[in-house]
């Protein structure tokens, strides 16, 4: 089990095997995949399919990441970075339900930005969320993300895109000190 950050209350390692129960069940649920554009998955078989062709930690050196409660040690999510389909980097986030508005999308998400510009030295970050998406669009413009565009995300109509670079972040960091 490979940790690749933590944050104060959470641990974001990457995804395995064993995450195929937890990750079916957080991508089975219509309300969190509602503004995704993804499919749920039908079976665990299938979300343990999916963990098992998941080559972006190989290919790119970075990925979605399991995050896990320091606290209690159970599964809540996931968040991190991945090379999208626009070859861009793009910043991710998806957790069950019960854990909304505890703010761990926001610790993560902000952990992700830290590891992608200090330690990947990637140069561009962005978001991306369906306009609908109140509380995503929330945390992009929390993380210090500006609005970008607006354009069609997976199948999703009038999706905003937020990015931030790595200049932009640095100023944010030193202004929080």
């Given at each position: 089990m490979?940790i690749?950050?933590?944050?104060?209350r959470l641990?974001?390692?990457?995804?395995?095997?064993?995450?195929?129960?937890?990750?079916?069940?957080?991508?089975?649920?219509?309300e969190?995949?509602?503004?995704?554009?993804?499919?749920?998955?039908?079976?665990?078989?299938?979300?343990?399919?999916?963990?098992?062709?998941?080559?972006?930690?190989?290919?790119?050196?970075?990925?979605?990441?399991?995050?896990?409660?320091?606290?209690?040690?159970?599964?809540?999510?996931?968040?991190?970075?991945?090379?999208?389909?626009?070859?861009?980097?793009?910043?991710?986030?998806?957790?069950?339900?019960?854990e909304?508005?505890?703010?761990?999308a926001?610790e993560?998400a902000?952990?992700?930005?830290?590891?992608?510009?200090?330690?990947?030295?990637?140069?561009?970050?962005?978001?991306?969320?369906?306009?609908?998406?109140k509380?995503?669009?929330?945390?992009?413009?929390?993380?210090?993300?500006?609005?970008?565009?607006?354009?069609?995300?997976?199948?999703?109509?009038?999706?905003?895109?937020?990015?931030i670079?790595?200049?932009?972040?640095?100023?944010?960091?030193?202004?929080?000190?």
């Amino acid at each position: 089990m490979k940790i690749v950050f933590e944050t104060k209350r959470l641990i974001l390692r990457e995804l395995n095997l064993s995450d195929s129960q937890q990750f079916f069940k957080l991508n089975s649920d219509f309300e969190v995949l509602k503004y995704t554009g993804d499919q749920p998955f039908s079976s665990t078989s299938d979300a343990l399919k999916f963990l098992k062709n998941y080559t972006d930690y190989e290919v790119n050196g970075f990925g979605r990441w399991a995050v896990i409660s320091k606290e209690s040690n159970l599964f809540l999510g996931w968040s991190g970075l991945k090379l999208n389909e626009e070859n861009m980097i793009d910043l991710g986030y998806r957790f069950f339900q019960k854990e909304w508005g505890k703010g761990y999308a926001t610790e993560a998400a902000k952990g992700s930005l830290e590891y992608g510009f200090d330690k990947l030295n990637i140069k561009t970050i962005i978001g991306r969320t369906s306009i609908e998406n109140k509380a995503s669009v929330h945390i992009l413009e929390k993380l210090g993300m500006n609005f970008w565009k607006n354009d069609n995300c997976k199948g999703i109509q009038n999706s905003s895109y937020y990015k931030i670079d790595k200049v932009q972040y640095d100023k944010r960091k030193k202004n929080q000190l």
